[in-house]
């Protein structure tokens, strides 16, 4: 129990940065649901069990229009592509966690993978519970915040235009964070240039994907550099 509290205290700083999103972001999500329709115990059970960010808000447009799985299927792979590729990355911090590999899987959100890749556990701590909590605390504020959006959307006229910008601000943190925490700058600037570069070639609905695929294959082909980087 010590070892797990002690995990639990090494995480939460690094989490306070997703917090704050969070809890602006899943409050937008908790309105939004509500103006739909949807109760409390929807929101709740979205928030538990989708936990898929942007794909959430998503999902919002898909309930509302009906059944259409297929549809939904393909929809759920185009925005949530660039998954395949944390999951692959993760593979070597994920070995060996034992029961709680499932979860940390499900809940790997880009903001949770962001810190994942750049914190580091402290000697004392065991590996496997320091992920499980950042894991888990990102989670539970996603979740406190569409609940408190769901009450306030109930309760109050609420404009929510514009309102999704925190997301994007809380990325450019993050980036900052793990660029002033590292050495090796190379993954960031494959990241960024790949992005800029599909942008411009594909167009702003289509670059994602196309942009995923070439920072697979540049992070693959400099892989030894970008390992030796890390060790400096």
């Known amino acids: 129990m010590k070892t797990k509290k002690a995990a639990l205290m090494a995480a939460l700083p690094y989490t306070l940065p997703v917090l704050t999103g969070y809890i602006v972001l899943g ?5 939004l649901m509500d103006s739909k329709g949807f109760s409390l115990f929807w929101i709740l059970f979205a928030s538990v069990f989708v936990y898929a960010g942007s794909m959430q808000f998503v999902t919002v447009a898909l309930l509302a229009a009906g059944f259409d799985p297929l549809g939904a299927f393909l929809m759920t792979l185009a925005v949530n592509a660039r998954h395949l590729f944390y999951g692959i990355s993760m593979l070597d911090q994920y070995r060996g966690v034992g029961k709680i590999k499932p979860y940390l899987i499900f809940s790997l959100t880009d903001e949770s ?22 894991s888990f605390l990102d989670h539970s504020y996603w979740i406190i915040g569409s609940l408190l959006g769901g009450i ?15 997301l994007t601000a809380l990325f450019v943190v993050i980036l900052i964070n793990q660029w002033k925490s590292t050495t090796n700058h190379l993954p960031a600037i494959i990241g960024i240039v790949s992005a800029i570069l599909c ?9 994602i994907i196309p942009a995923m695929v070439l920072i697979l294959f540049f992070v693959t082909v400099l892989k030894i550099p970008m390992e030796r980087g890390k060790k400096l």
């Not at 993978?113 to 950042?134: D, G, M, N, V």
């Not at 306030?152 to 925190?166: E, H, R």
């Open 27 to 31: 409050a937008a999500y908790g309105i």
């Open 113 to 134: 993978f962001s810190i994942l890749c750049s914190a580091k556990p402290p000697e004392e701590i065991e590996r496997k519970w320091f992920y499980f909590f950042i």
């Open 152 to 166: 306030l959307g109930s309760m109050l006229n609420i404009n929510t235009k514009g309102i999704d910008f925190v």
């Open 199 to 207: 942008r411009i070639l594909f167009g702003v609905s289509d670059f």
